[in-house]
């Protein structure tokens, strides 16, 4: 079963419950031939993961892409750090933030685009407080009531 780039979609749900975002990025993402295959099969998770600045590169460590099963030898392994491709600006913006107190950059969304590329939506995040965790709990509840509602009608 061959599914479309639009298919997969792999998101890290719990980011935008634990960070209000500020900015996000789309980034490219250099992997290996068993990974690209591996995540075409939607086979990833970005629990876990965050992204950091290293010599003007920026990198995803702890993202989980698992074992291509016909690897063989040539598997990867499942959690290594994987280079995030930007530009100069982006990167010089999300250094800029990352260095702020409070301010981490979290992996969002990994898809595979139109002509087969794997590409990263990162964002830099400010970690929420236990208050405005609970408000955001209240809103979620709140919508899901009402198109109840309407749903009924």
Same mark, same amino acid.
């Given at each position: 079963?061959?599914?479309? @780039? ?7 749900? &719990?980011?935008?419950?634990? +960070? ?35 010599? *003007? ?10 074992? +291509? ?12 750090? &994987? ?18 107190? *409070? ?12 002509? @087969? ?7 830099? @995040? ?7 965790? &609970? ?19």
């Amino acid at each position: 079963m061959k599914l479309k @780039g639009s298919d997969i979609n792999i998101k890290n749900r &719990r980011a935008r419950f634990d +960070y209000e975002i500020s900015d996000t990025f789309t980034a490219g993402l250099v992997l290996t031939g068993t990974e690209i295959k591996s995540l075409r099969q939607g086979k990833g998770s970005l629990t876990d993961s965050f992204c950091y600045v290293n010599n *003007g590169e920026v990198w995803v460590k702890n993202m989980y892409i698992a074992e +291509y099963f016909y690897g063989s030898y040539n598997n990867h392994a499942a959690r290594r750090d &994987r280079k995030l491709l930007l530009n100069k600006k982006e990167i010089a913006k999300i250094s800029k933030s990352g260095k702020e107190a *409070g301010y981490t950059v979290v992996p969002l969304k990994v898809f595979i685009n139109e002509r @087969g590329l794997a590409k990263m939506v990162i964002g830099i @995040g400010r970690g929420k407080k236990e208050y405005d965790k &609970r408000q955001s709990i209240k809103d979620r509840d709140d919508k899901r009531a009402i198109a109840r509602i309407f749903r009924k009608q």
